[in-house]
Every structure is written in C-alpha cells, then in structure tokens.
C-alpha cells in the first residue's frame, strides 16, 4: 500500500518536472494557438490576452505578432494594428507582409514620410508587388504636385487607374485619384470616382464631403439637398452636416424650413442635448436674441435633464449683450452644490471664457483644470487651454494638447484651426498651411476657416488656391458679403477686371448699404489699378454723399487730391462736408491732418488740441499730434505730448509702442524692452511687436536667457519675405550659431535693406563667421562708408575691431561670436 503511494507520488512529481522543462517558446505557442482559436470564434477580447501572454514568453513571436495586428486593423484599432506592424518590422526588417500592412495604412492615412520610410524599402524586396507599387505611385503624384511637374502627375495619376481597374478596394489610391480631378476641376470624373469608391466604403464621411462639395461645384442644388438630408440621417450627431443643410435652407431664404428642421430634432428628455442647444444657436442668429432666451425659457420651464446647459445658455446670451455681472452670477450659482459631471465641467468652461474676457484668467485657468483634471479628454476645455499655450509661446505643450483634442474630436475645424496656428507660432509654415485645408474640408467649407485659408494662400502668391477657397465657400452660401468681397479684393490682385465687375454687380444686387459700399469700393480700385483716372473721378463723384455723411467715395476723393498734392482742393473737399456736419470729429480730425500736411502747423495743432479738449479718449489724435510735434522739430513737446496721452490711455498698445520706441532711442534698452514684453503680453499674435522685442533682445543682450527668449518670440519669422522680420530671424539665428540658416535670411535682408547700416553689419558678422573672409571684409567697408565718419559710435568700433581681427587670423582667445 505505501509502495503504491510513493509510486503515485514519484509520478505526479516527474509529470511535474516534465512541465516545468518545457520552454518559453513551446508556451508561447500554446498561447498562440488558444488565441486563434478564440478569434475563429469571435472573441477579440480573450484572443488579446492570448496574444499577451504569447508576447511575455516570447516578444519575437513572429506569426503572432502579425496575427495580433491583422485583428487589430480589422476590429478598428487602426493605431494599435500599426504600432504592432512597426514593431514586427523593426524584429524582421525583410518582413514583406509587414511592410506592405505600413504601407497600405500610411497611405490610406496620408502619412507620407512613412510611406516613404517603408514603400522605398518594400521596393527593394518586391518592387512589382501591387501594394508597394501603389504607395510608391502615390508618392510620385504627391511630389509631382507640390514640384509643379505636370508630365510627373500625369504619369502618376495614369498609373494609379491602372492599379485601381485591377483591384478598385484601394482606398489611399482612390483617395488621391479623386483630389486629382477635384484639383483639375474635372467634376463628372470626379463624381465618378467617388461613386465607385463609395461602393466599397458607403458610410465614409470624408468621400460623402468630397461628394458634396462636387454637387456643390456643379451647382446641383437639389442633389446637394439630396445628400445632406441623407446625411444627417446617417450620422445625426454630426453638427456640422446638420448645419450645412440648415444653411442651404437659409441661402434660399427657406429661414422658417430651416427652424422647422431643427424644431423636429428637439425632445427636452433627450440624452443630448446638442438639439436644444442648436436651436437656440439658430434663434439667437437669426431671429434676435429675445427669441433665443424665450425657447431657453420654455426648455428650462420643462425641466428635463439638462437645466444647467440651459440656464448656462441663458447667461451667455446676457453676457455678451452687456449683463456681465449678473451672468457670471448665474452661471457660479449653477455650479454651486453641484456634484462634478460632465454638465457642470460644460458650465466651467463656459464660465472660463467668460473670466478671461473680464480680465480674470487666474480664475479661467483653474476652471479649465479643474475640468480636465475630471476629464481629461474633454474637447472645449482641451481647445481653450491650447488657446493660452499658444498665446504663451508653448507651441510644444499646444500640439500636444491639440493632437488629445484630435483624438476625440478628429472632425473638429476649430482644433484644425488652432493647431495650424501653433505650427504659425513654431514657424513651420508647410505644416500650418496643411491644417487650414483640412479645417476648410471638415468644416464644409465653413466661411471663416475659407477665409483664414485664402488669406494665407494670397500672402504667399497662391492666388488661383486662394480662389479655388473661396469659391468653394461661396456655393454653400452663395451671397455672403465676406467672402465675395475677398474674391472682389482678391481679383483685382489677379487683375482679372470682368470677375471683379461680376462681384461688384452681385454685392449691388443685395441691394444693401453695405454692399454697396463694399461693391463702390471695389469699383474705385479697380478704376485706380488700371489708371483709368478720369473714368475713377467721374465714378467717385457719382458716388460721393449727396447728403449730411461723408461717405468711402468722399474720403477716396480726397484721398486722390493728396495724392496728387493738391492739398487746397483736399481741404475745399472736406470744408464743404463740414458745411453739413460741421461738429463731424472724423471730419475735423481729417481737416487738421491736412493742415499738418501742407505746413499750417499751428492750425493743425489747434485743432487737434480742440479734439482732445472734447474726447481725451481718441489715440488716433494724440498720436497725430505727437507725430506733428517730431515733424515740427520739437521733441520736447512730443514727449510731453506721448506723456499726456500715456497718463488718459494707459493701455493702449500703440501709445506703448510709441513710447518704448522713444525710450530705445534715448539708449534705455531695458525699459524698452520692458514694454515690449508688456504689449507682448497682451497681444501675443501681433507680428510687428514680436519682431521689435526679439530684435532688441538679440542685438542689445548677451546672456543666454535673453537670446533663448529671442529665438521663441522670433522663430515664427522663420522663412519671411519682409525684409525687416528677416534681419531680426537672420541674426538670432546667427547668435544661436545656425549660419546657413542665418545667411539665407540675411543675405535677402541686406539686399532689400541698402541704407540700413545694423542689417549690413549684421550680413558681414556672418560672412566672417563662415568663413568668408574677402566677403566678410567687402561688407564691412559698405558698412563702414554708411556711418558718419565724424561721430563716434558703438557700431564703428565693432566694425574696426572685427577687420583688425580678419585681418590678424592669430588667434585671440575663444570669444563667443554671439555677443560681438
């Protein structure tokens, strides 16, 4: 009996050491196989913690880390599936099947430094494979576009249709096949591809929008109707396509249709409460903000599940129409006693924005914490704190945050929007400029984000993008007064003078008066830009005000008269108006300036003075007449004048402009910049002041500190074609001891420049520092004749110490370039 014991013991042991001797691997592929055959029926869920357990035994277990990917991608983890592609690429870098998964999913996601990392890559190892040769294809038509190479795109777009009549389930080559006949305006084309791209992804947002803005294009209304009406039932959250169709109601003046639209969407006991908050949005436009707080009324008197969104509503409307006090009263009371939750983090933000705008950012901030402390994801409180990095210059931490917003909210155009403008910060342009086109795309072609997009198209000579822009803008409200007057302004930089006339005809037929003040305007400089002269003064005369109110057209006629330096016949214009309006202060300050113009220094200062005896509050005039006192030769006066003005308005950021510029010319570099850093600080955005503080900091401080700050305030001057902004960038970025950056910048700086004796010093520095000497020494002579030769100055003696040096290569020390 106890030798069976012992033997069953001695059994259950050597079983037990036979387990334990099996290895890492063969568990592993244990795992393996339990975790597929979890996926064969269905179960992600356990098969993931298969996959697990298979990559703590085994992290180089090839099938299944592409089997955990592949899971992945087809459940929707499209990150996830990546990352565990990369990773199996990083193990096996000969890994086909990997690389063309990376591939597949760069492409189907615009991600084309990836694309170019493994589609070049794959194409060593099967180059005729079809998924490689699709991202290789893509990239050949991206690179063909942003080179300008017609003949390279064509080649390109014809080998992707190639590609696509084999296997039409391509997504990315669908993708870039439809943006190609969108870009060349081939719209039935266009509409075809998205058609049948859309046979293999019916419920794709983004082709549903290029479909739209197609119908747009063409100008098929009820198809466009059509579609948005079976937009908004598909994705009935989505408040931009609801949007789109309330605005097509709009457009054809189908106001009562468009409220009755959103009327049908509201239920007071909804979960959301999004349809009650868009309708009040709608009244507040477009019937008056007493109709938006009598439906708040009606909806807070029902009770229902979202009281404090709607008693918050309430206290926004009456704060922005002026009840600032009592507003922010309400919405603390909301918040009192209230437990955390996602209505009340709703209602701190709203909170926030209202104590930033009454000067409390302190208390904003700590709202906008609080909420994300609670909530880290959400999306307002994630937007407005991207808002304060990017103002604080914090464009590392705003991306950051922007991208989290991104995560949640990747259709948002406002996210777009503040991202592009923490990439303008950063100075990467390219990057800034691709934001705005997305927020154009998922705003359906939304009028601000058009714009914003156009203007920086036109900034930089893409005029025909620019239109492209605005005119996509226009089909979705086709009489908006803003962006037919930037097409109206835009085509007269393109002179194209029958498209200007058509857009000036179009604001008349509104037959508003300020349409037609926009459309006489654009009329009026059309006639100048062809210097068609009497055609112009013949048109402004018909125009000019007939009764007591001068007009654009009266103030262009006296405009033209200065021009001309008819100064009498400019003053007899203007008397004349005041003979109707003789108390007119725009009218006054206008006859004061031109009494200054033509010399009657005396008159002018007496009427100036008249004007701040009777509205002390106008820095128009104090800065006229601060000006007028430089120009009469009396600076004493102009102090006492700048002082005066300080004292009455002492937060206004030119009067502070002013007197930092007088403080830096009296060699007080300190207070100057001080000042600086305190309009900096209230307008972050104000290019000309950042190029001012970062200007003074790198050419008058040498600490570390002060250059760092330089090269933050300045970095996003990065690439300028304004010649100043390009010396201040150039010569931090010489500080910083990035002299080919520095010269890029410098060398344009100093040609637009010539008198400028700093900008041509600053051009020599570098050239020395490269190495350059017979340049270097070439430069500093031009510098060197631009000075006085009979005063003494701080430039004129670095200028002999760094040509004495030049001349004597010894070498003297180790000194740091930056601070010569």
Excluded at 261 to 275: G, I, K, V, Y
Excluded at 665 to 680: H, N, P, S
Excluded at 738 to 766: G, K, R, S, W
Excluded at 783 to 802: H, N, V
Aim: proline share 3%; glycine share 4%; hydrophobic share 40%.
């Amino acid at each position: 009996m106890t030798h069976r014991i012992l033997s069953g013991i001695f059994l259950a042991c050597a079983l037990t050491v036979l387990a334990g001797c099996q290895t890492a691997e063969e568990r592993a592929e244990e795992h393996f196989q339990a975790a597929i055959e979890h996926m064969e029926n269905g179960d992600s869920a356990r098969a993931t913690v298969e996959f697990r357990n298979v990559f703590k035994l085994n992290g180089k277990h090839r099938d299944a880390r592409m089997t955990y990917a592949n899971m992945r991608r087809n459940d929707g983890d499209v990150a996830e599936a990546y990352s565990q592609y990369l990773r199996l690429v990083e193990q096996y870098p000969d890994d086909l099947e990997g690389r063309k998964a990376l591939i597949d999913l760069a492409l189907n996601n615009g991600n084309w430094d990836e694309l170019r990392r493994h589609g070049e890559y794959a194409a060593k190892l099967a180059p005729d494979d079809s998924i490689v040769r699709a991202g290789l294809v893509a990239l050949a038509y991206r690179d063909a576009v942003l080179a300008g190479n017609e003949t390279a795109r064509i080649k390109a777009q014809a080998e992707a249709l190639e590609l696509l009549s084999a296997d039409p389930a391509r997504p990315g080559l669908q993708r870039m096949v439809i943006d190609d006949y969108i870009r060349m305006k081939d719209w039935t084309k266009a509409r075809e591809a998205v058609d049948t791209a859309l046979k293999h992804e019916p419920d794709a947002l983004d082709l549903l929008r290029k479909r739209l803005g197609i119908l747009y294009a063409t100008n098929d209304s009820l198809a466009v109707k059509d579609q948005l009406t079976a937009m908004v039932a598909s994705f009935p959250k989505d408040k931009q396509i609801l949007a789109a169709l309330v605005q097509w109601h709009i457009t054809r003046g189908n106001t009562d249709e468009a409220e009755s639209l959103l009327r049908s969407r509201l239920d007071p006991q909804d979960e959301s409460p999004e349809a009650g908050a868009t309708l009040v949005r709608f009244l507040a436009e477009f019937r008056g903000n007493d109709a938006a707080r009598a439906e708040l009324d009606k909806l807070i008197a029902d009770g229902g599940p979202h009281q404090a969104l709607y008693r918050s509503l309430r206290a926004s409307i009456n704060f922005d129409t002026g009840d600032r006090d009592q507003a922010i009263a309400e919405m603390q009371s909301i918040l009192e006693g209230a437990e955390p939750s996602d209505a009340t983090d709703n209602v701190k933000v709203g909170l926030a924005r209202m104590l930033d705008i009454t000067d409390n950012p302190v208390g904003a901030r700590a709202l906008i914490e609080e909420v994300l402390a609670r909530d880290p994801s959400h999306t307002e409180a994630l937007k407005r704190r991207a808002q304060w990095l990017i103002e604080d210059d914090l464009t590392g931490d705003a991306i950051m945050t922007l991208r989290a917003a991104l995560a949640d909210s990747p259709n948002d155009a406002e996210i777009m929007t503040l991202m592009a403008r923490a990439h303008e910060r950063d100075g990467n342009t390219d990057l800034m400029s691709e934001m705005l086109a997305l927020a154009v795309e998922n705003s359906g072609n939304g009028v601000a984000e058009s714009l914003r997009y156009a203007q920086h198209l036109q900034s930089v000579g893409k005029l025909r993008p620019a239109e492209d822009a605005l005119l996509g803008a226009l089909r979705v409200q086709r009489n908006n007064v803003q962006i037919l007057s930037a097409l109206g302004q835009l085509y007269i930089e393109m002179q194209d003078w029958p498209r200007t006339e058509h857009v000036a005809r179009t604001l008349r037929g509104l037959d508003r008066d300020d349409t037609v003040e926009i459309a006489n305007t654009l009329t009026a400089r059309m006639l100048a830009a062809q210097n068609r002269d009497a055609e112009l003064t013949a048109f402004l005369e018909s125009v000019a005000s007939a009764d007591d109110a001068a007009n654009s057209a009266d103030i262009a006629i006296i405009r033209r008269l200065l021009e001309r330096d008819e100064t009498d016949e400019a003053l007899a214009q203007v008397d004349q108006l005041l003979e109707a309006t003789p108390d007119a202060p725009m009218l006054r300050f206008l006859r004061a300036s031109i009494l200054a113009q033509s010399g009657r220094i005396d008159a002018a200062q007496t009427l100036f003075r008249d004007l701040l005896n009777e509205n002390d509050q106008r820095p128009e005039v104090w800065v006229a007449l601060y000006r007028l006192n430089h120009a009469n030769g009396d600076p004493d006066a102009a102090r006492s004048t700048l002082a005066s003005a300080r004292a009455k308005l002492p937060e206004n950021a030119e009067l502070m402009w002013l007197e930092a510029g007088e403080l830096e010319q009296a060699g007080d570099i300190d207070g100057a910049i001080a000042i600086y850093e305190t309009v900096y600080g209230a307008d972050s955005g104000n290019l000309i002041v950042a190029n001012n503080l970062a200007s003074l900091l790198a050419d008058h401080r040498t600490d570390t500190e002060s250059l760092e700050r330089a090269f933050i305030v300045a970095r996003r001057l990065r690439g300028t074609d304004v010649a100043p902004f390009q010396d201040t960038y150039g010569w931090i970025a010489y500080r910083l001891q990035n002299y080919d950056e520095a010269l890029a910048h410098l060398e344009p700086a100093a040609a637009a420049l010539q008198e400028n004796a700093t900008v041509q010093f600053h051009l020599a520095m570098t050239y020395a520092a490269m190495g350059r000497t017979d340049d270097a020494l070439a430069q500093f002579d031009k510098t060197r004749a631009m000075l006085d030769p009979d005063t003494s100055s701080e430039l004129a003696a670095k200028i002999e110490a760094e040509v004495a040096r030049l001349n004597n290569p010894e070498p003297q020390g180790n000194s740091d370039p930056g601070t010569q």
